[in-house]
């Protein structure tokens, strides 16, 4: 299987700042990385695919990077709807796995 | 608008099989797409259960695999999720979901994308 794996597990920001997510993948995946966020007991959205593509919705602070096997998510200026925790994910191949997550909190 | 909407018991005693349907609605399973199972243990992280297509192609987490049956009924637009032997450590919040259309086929037949629809989760305890 291939491992996600993400850092850091837990970050403290404060609304307005720019934060950044890494996952790094055990072995190149190419460009197949998808990034969610969840909020407590809800599913995980959607956020970014392919790397970079931003789901249809999602605004704009929230951008992507990387290939072969490591990957950013970056969030340009936080908002209070953000602090929850982001999870990575690859579908380059069976069986597909995420990240361990990384929770975001306030400061 | 697609939705998703999970469905079965929320207690499910040791050794027995834990049952879950999906329900679609806004969107045809039969027009396409893979859907899938997905878990996640209170507290911790997401883990892909399995997946189907509107043929019933199926594909399988290895280290479920011995225990795991998804099936599709495209008649009610549902499909399902039957985990057998199940133990403490199978209890999670179980969603299912659509795998998006921006993936890639490769030439042996697989498919991989991320999964743009979710259901809200449905908690099973395994517990006697």
């Known amino acids: 299987d291939i491992q996600m794996t993400q850092s850091p597990s837990t970050l403290s920001a404060s609304v307005g700042d720019r934060v950044t997510i890494t996952c790094r993948a055990s072995q190149t995946i190419s460009r197949w990385l998808a990034w969610y966020r969840q909020k407590p007991g809800t599913a995980p959205k959607l956020l970014i695919y392919?790397?970079?593509s931003l789901q249809s919705e999602v605004p704009s602070r929230f951008s992507g990077t990387g290939s072969g096997t490591e990957f950013t998510l970056t969030i340009s200026s936080l908002q209070p709807d953000d602090f929850a925790t982001y999870y990575c994910q690859q579908y380059y191949a069976h069986p597909y796995t995420f990240g361990q997550g990384t929770k975001l909190e306030i400061k | 608008q697609v939705q998703l909407q999970e469905s079965g018991p929320g207690l499910v005693k040791p050794s027995q099989t834990l049952s879950l349907t999906c329900t679609v609605s806004?969107?045809?399973?039969?027009?396409?797409?893979?859907w899938a199972w997905i878990r996640q243990p209170p507290g911790k992280g997401l883990e892909w259960i399995g997946s189907?297509?509107?043929?019933?192609?199926?594909n399988y987490n290895p280290s479920l695999k011995s225990r795991v049956t998804i099936s599709v009924d495209t008649s009610k637009n549902q499909f399902s999720l039957r985990l057998s032997s199940v133990t403490a450590a199978d209890t999670a919040v179980h969603y299912c979901a659509r795998f998006s259309s921006s993936g890639f086929y490769d030439s042996s037949g697989y498919y991989g994308s991320d999964f743009d629809y979710w259901g809200q989760g449905t908690l099973v305890t395994v517990s006697s």
């Open positions: 392919k790397v970079s």
């Open positions: 189907i297509f509107h043929t019933g192609t199926t």
């Open positions: 806004g969107y045809s399973i039969s027009s396409g797409h893979y």
